[in-house]
Every structure is written in C-alpha cells, then in structure tokens.
C-alpha cells in the first residue's frame, strides 16, 4: 500500500503466505516501511545457502536455526521466544483500499498455535506518512510472553513509548499506543560467522509478559511528523 507513485511518499509492503514455501522464512505478517527515500523497518533476505542443514525445511529443521531465516529477525510477533509454525499458512483476510486509510488484515493464527488461539495484524496508512499496526492476540494457557519487533539500520533514539529512527538527515517516529506503560528497548540484530554478520542492525521492540484474560493488543503507530 502506498500513498502515491513516488519514492518520498510512505508505502508498506507485507505477506500472508505458507512458511514451507520454497525459500520461505518463518515471517508471516512481516512488512518492509518506507518514506522520504528511506527503509525504515528492513528484511535481512537470504543468509549463505552452504550452511549446513540450509534447506532442511521440516519443522524443527536445521534450516530454523539461522537467524536470517527464523522469526526472530523479522518484523512480526515472537510468541514465547518460540519461531512461528513451520507449516503454518496465513491469509490476507480482509482488504480495503480506500484512497485515504487503506487498510489490510492478516490472520496469523496458524503460526502460532502453540500458544494462541487468535492471532491478527491490521495494517493501515493514516495521513501522508502515518502507518499504523495493530497486532491482537488471543493466548491460550500457555502463553507467557508476545514480543514485537522491528528490524532496522537506522540510528535509533528511545524515550519510553517513543521511538525516533534517523537516517541522512531524515527521521521516522514509532509510538507504542498500547498497551499503557509498555515501552521500546533497542538489542543488536549483528550475528556471529558463519552467518551473515547483519553489521549496523538492530532489532526495536517491546515485550509483553502480562495479560488480561490471556489477550494482548499491541498498537504502534510510524509517523515522519511524529513528536
């Protein structure tokens, strides 16, 4: 989605999909942001394909161990430190394109069965370079902890709820909306040999450890015009 055909206004690119597609990586309800000319939440792409066990796809497969490929570097949800289902699918479930607010939902349930009953992202453009994600998960007994996450290389400044991401002089701002009181830490995303070394990135997140009857709603809202 984006707001017109021009490398300075905001788009979002993001997927459903079937993690045991070929080539696939556990990253359903991922996205890639970008505004002003900049990437603003980032995809590392493919590690080294002579790893060892690189295209063991199977649940639990050695291909799941590598950071570029698992959940933990992605741009969506990491449900009790665990990667999502290796042979979960999600579907895009519901499309609106209003030419203002255009909106997408992705069912995630299946990646995370485990330790969920429900699990749903919205996504939407709000004003000129606003992107608001809203992530509504519904645990089961199991469930201890949600984090969210955004892969970037842009120079990061955390106060509390709020985020401000710099690159080359430009800035995008993440507020964490909800829950209340929850706040953004920063860890690096850089990785040892014989991975890809992932140098300048880091990971932008929060976790969720408390719930109310098992539910959490996570809201982040991106916006260049952000204070």
Known sequence: MRKAWDKRSVSIAFKGG??????AHLDMGTFVLDYDGERWASDLGRDNYDLPL???RIAGGGRWRYFRL?????????????????????KIIQFDSNEEQPSAVIDLTEAYT????????TIKLTG???VLISDKVEGNITLKSVQWQI?????????GNKATLLRDGKRM????VQPANAVFEVVSAEQAQPEMLNKGYKLLGTRI???DDLKCEIVVQFDAHGQ
Do not use: K, M, P
Request: charged content about 20%.
């Open 18 to 23: 079937y993690n045991l597609a070929d080539h």
């Open 54 to 56: 690189y295209f063991q």
């Open 70 to 90: 698992n959940t933990h570097s992605h741009n969506t949800l990491v449900l009790n430190d665990d990667n999502q289902r290796a042979d979960a699918r999600a």
């Open 114 to 121: 485990f330790y969920a009953n429900s699990v749903q992202r």
């Open 128 to 130: 000129d370079s606003g």
């Open 151 to 159: 892969l970037t290389d842009a120079e990061i400044v955390v106060t």
């Open 173 to 176: 701002v993440a507020t964490l």
């Open 209 to 211: 450890t408390t719930f």
